[in-house]
């Protein structure tokens, strides 16, 4: 079960990334987020997945809140998993509900009109 997950993360990681298009022809949906006082990307086959991906990667390299919880944890003595602080974001239970806190709120925002979201090579 533990390796499915992993194999999740690095997927989503790299569908939010935007990595790995097909040969010449990049068929991928892109998103760029705005939010709270940030701009960054989200990519995926739909822009349903690309804002998730959006909102995954501002709460994985941008949020204060998961930041914090990323950084208490390590300062308690914890060792972050191989793969750095997107691991053990996604492993680590406590900092796994941050995250997903973060993601959630991330979309209600959207919805609400509290962030924008663009959306290029959509289908």
């Known amino acids: 079960m533990r ?3 992993a ?4 997927l989503v990681a790299l569908a939010a990334t935007g990595c790995c298009g097909g040969g010449g022809s990049d068929d991928t949906c892109r998103a760029t987020l705005t ?4 701009t960054g990307p989200g ?3 739909d822009k349903a997945a690309a804002q998730k991906g959006a909102c995954w990667k501002y709460c994985i390299d941008r949020d204060p ?3 914090a919880a990323y950084k208490r944890w390590v300062a308690a003595g914890n060792q972050p998993k191989p793969g750095g602080k ?3 974001l996604d492993d680590v239970p406590s900092l796994k509900m941050v995250r997903l806190a973060c ?5 209600r925002d959207i919805a609400a009109g509290k962030a924008q ?3 290029a090579n959509c289908k």
């Open 35 to 38: 939010y709270r006082g940030g």
């Open 7 to 10: 194999i999740g993360v690095v």
């Open 86 to 88: 997107t691991w053990t």
């Open 103 to 107: 993601e959630d709120q991330c979309q």
């Open 65 to 67: 809140d998961v930041d």
């Open 3 to 5: 390796i499915r997950g």
């Open 43 to 45: 990519a995926g086959t």
């Open 117 to 119: 979201i663009t959306f």
